[in-house]
């Protein structure tokens, strides 16, 4: 009886601690799954806070200028007398500069740029894929006011050729943005490794100096499935150099891919977006086809002196009304909104001297001396 009692006892304590581990056991699981959900959760609202933004918006729209410098800006003359002109709820401007370097009283003489500096920059090796996030970001920063409605990108050598007003509306009259975007057949940039994530059917070439509409800014800000492949599959190949010798030769044989002048592009295509865009840049670029023997062949930009910026040459380029595509025989007649226009707005390369002849010559603005000494009474 006792021994029979005792084993009941036994049994009992045993099913008692089976019960006991079940239930440690399934609270464990239940509070390791809540973690996993909250965890979940709070990426996810993280991501969406992030990203959340309004998605019409009535008031006056604004061009943002989104400058891509190196460290300073050096035509900052020419742009404050660009953007006195303009009404102060027309624009906005955002710079990436290199990390830490502050726009104030003691770094630019137009107030206009003061603290317009991202506080998130990064480091930017020119040609690289560090050049498309700088450009993201000053994206991601300018889509945060709900006014910026065309997002213009520029270097710290672009020039603008007309006055505010006269860009702003020709900008805002079209419903496209302005992306130079054409097939790249000969370049053998494409690496086929990046096949399962960017078909070659949808790589494209283009300027780097784009113009987008906010729905576009809103997809290059965002994207973070394309962009890596980017980085992982778009490299410079390094220049020639003397001092490497023989092994030149097997540097020169890697897979050569510029980003900058195919994401934007082939992120847009793949969007399947080829129809809402001018398939132009707006931004001028002078090229040089000479080659030298020692520097990697290809064509490179001039840069506009004091000399080359007069009146004649800059009426050259303002009078440009379309612009041919070899790769694909496609004249492109500059249009905003089906009206012709001319094809370009701003240019580059420009010293301080070719800027300042531009302001003086009343490129930018009326209210110059020179427009006043050539007036007639
Ligand atoms: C701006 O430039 C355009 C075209 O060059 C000109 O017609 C217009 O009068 C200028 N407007 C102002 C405010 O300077
Ligand atoms: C500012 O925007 C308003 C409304 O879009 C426009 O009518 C005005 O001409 C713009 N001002 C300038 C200087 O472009
Ligand atoms: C574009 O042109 C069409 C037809 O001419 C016009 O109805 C529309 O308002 C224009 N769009 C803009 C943004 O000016
Ligand atoms: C074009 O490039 C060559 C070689 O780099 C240089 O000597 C020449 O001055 C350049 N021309 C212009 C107009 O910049």
């Known amino acids: 009886m006792t021994k029979k009692s005792a084993t009941a006892g036994k049994s009992v304590r045993n099913v008692l601690w089976l019960w006991w581990k079940l239930v440690v056991v399934v609270s464990l699981t239940l509070c390791v799954l809540a973690f996993l959900k909250l965890q979940s959760y709070s990426e996810l609202s993280s991501s969406i806070s992030s990203r959340f933004r309004p998605v019409d918006y009535s008031g006056n729209p604004k061009v943002a200028f989104l400058f891509l410098v190196r460290r300073n800006f050096p035509l900052d003359f020419l742009w404050g007398g660009f953007f006195e002109n303009a009404d102060t709820g027309n624009f906005s401007i955002y710079i990436h500069s290199e990390p830490g370097f502050v726009f104030d009283e003691s770094t630019t003489r137009s107030s206009l740029f003061y603290d317009r500096q991202l506080t998130n920059s990064i480091k930017v090796a020119w040609g690289e894929s560090s050049m498309i996030q700088a450009e993201k970001l000053l994206l991601g920063s300018a889509l945060d006011d709900p006014a910026n409605q065309r997002f213009v990108l520029l270097s710290d050598s672009c020039v603008p050729l007309y006055n505010f007003s006269f860009i702003y509306n020709y900008l805002m009259a079209s419903p496209r943005s302005y992306v130079d975007s054409f097939l790249d057949k ?147 007649w500059c249009r905003s909104n089906s009206t012709l226009v001319p094809c370009f707005l701003f240019a580059r390369k420009f010293s301080r001297g070719a800027a300042m002849r531009l302001l003086n010559e009343g490129v930018v603005s009326q209210f110059d001396a020179a427009s006043i000494m050539y007036s007639t009474p």
């Open 186 to 332: 000969k370049d053998g940039r494409y690496n086929p490794k990046m096949s399962p994530y960017i078909p070659i059917s949808k790589w494209r070439k283009g300027s780097q100096w784009i113009t987008l509409i906010r729905k576009h800014a809103e997809v290059v800000a965002d994207d973070d499935a394309v962009f890596p492949v980017f980085k992982m599959f778009c490299k410079r190949r390094p220049p020639l150099e003397a001092s490497k010798g023989k092994k030149n030769m097997k540097l020169q044989k890697q897979h050569n891919c510029i980003p900058d002048e195919h994401y934007v592009q082939t992120l847009l295509a793949m969007h399947d977006f080829d129809g809402e865009l001018e398939r132009r840049t707006i931004t001028y670029t002078e090229w040089n086809e000479s080659v030298t023997n020692m520097e990697k062949k290809g064509w490179h930009p001039i840069t506009f002196s004091y000399a080359d910026a007069g009146p004649v040459q800059i009426k050259r380029i303002k009078d440009i009304r379309n612009v041919y595509y070899a790769s694909e025989y496609r004249t492109e």
